[in-house]
């Protein structure tokens, strides 16, 4: 069985740009989350999608990201306008249901100077 | 407020020298707790779910335990591949379905 996958690994961008990442998660799974994770610390998440409807987003800065899950399968989370403390790895897990086993996917690296 | 807490923050062993990680925890509730296993670069794998205090699961050299308000893992007779970070998580039982409040972690370095 194919993990979650993500892309891209690794970004590096300056201040006040805008960059996004994508998701596919595990075929089947109806849940999919974004979690952020600063150097050092667990993951803290961002926002949880059940099929194509957000579940919950009350951690999301709504003034600068924003994330879509277009027809229950692939996701896609933006940020705009980047900040310096947006440095993090980005996260993608997806569950069979909203309380499953949660499975992540490699995550992807955003530097922003 | 739902919390976890790991200790220690690192851990160096030796090779087949035993020991185990904490995990404390405040939650409203439990559904369950997780442990995952993240290597440099690399997302979390999940290890094991637990659901009720007494609760424990194995696996190679791993023992996962649960009590009312922590969880240990424990190690035995550890290897080098053993290295890497642990996280604990819970998921409330109320509240926001399916969020993981996870531990900053146990950084563990087995050297041979």
């Known amino acids: 069985e194919a993990g979650v996958a993500q892309s891209p690994r690794y970004k590096i961008i300056e201040k006040r740009q805008s960059v996004a990442f994508w998701c596919n998660p595990i075929?089947?799974?109806?849940?999919l989350y974004w979690y952020q994770q600063i150097l050092g610390q667990g993951p803290k998440l961002l926002i949880q999608?059940?099929?194509?409807?957000?579940?919950?987003d009350s951690q999301l800065p709504k003034d600068r990201f924003s994330a879509e899950r277009l027809k229950g399968v692939d996701s896609t989370l933006k940020i705009q306008p980047a900040k310096l403390e947006d440095s993090a790895v980005y996260l993608c897990?997806?569950?069979?249901?909203?309380?499953?086993?949660?499975?992540f996917g490699p995550g992807t690296r955003l530097l922003v100077l | 407020e739902d919390q976890v807490t790991q200790s220690p923050e690192a851990l160096r062993l030796q090779e087949g020298e035993s020991s185990s990680l904490n995990c404390s925890y405040t939650?409203?509730?439990?559904?369950?707790l997780f442990w995952y296993r993240q290597d440099p670069g690399k997302g979390p794998e999940f290890l094991f779910t637990?659901?009720?205090a007494g609760e424990e699961k194995e696996k190679e050299r791993l023992k996962a335990t649960l009590t009312k308000k922590e969880s240990f893992l424990h190690i035995t007779a550890p290897k080098p591949e053993d290295s890497a970070t642990y996280l604990c998580?819970?998921?409330?039982?109320?509240?926001?379905?399916?969020?993981?409040?996870f531990g900053k972690g146990t950084k563990l370095s087995v050297k041979p």
């Open positions: 897990a997806s569950s069979r249901g909203q309380s499953g086993t949660q499975y």
């Open positions: 075929s089947g799974h109806a849940t």
């Open positions: 999608f059940q099929n194509n409807g957000v579940v919950d």
């Open positions: 939650v409203s509730g439990l559904r369950g």
């Open positions: 637990l659901y009720s």
């Open positions: 998580a819970v998921q409330a039982a109320d509240g926001s379905q399916g969020n993981l409040i």
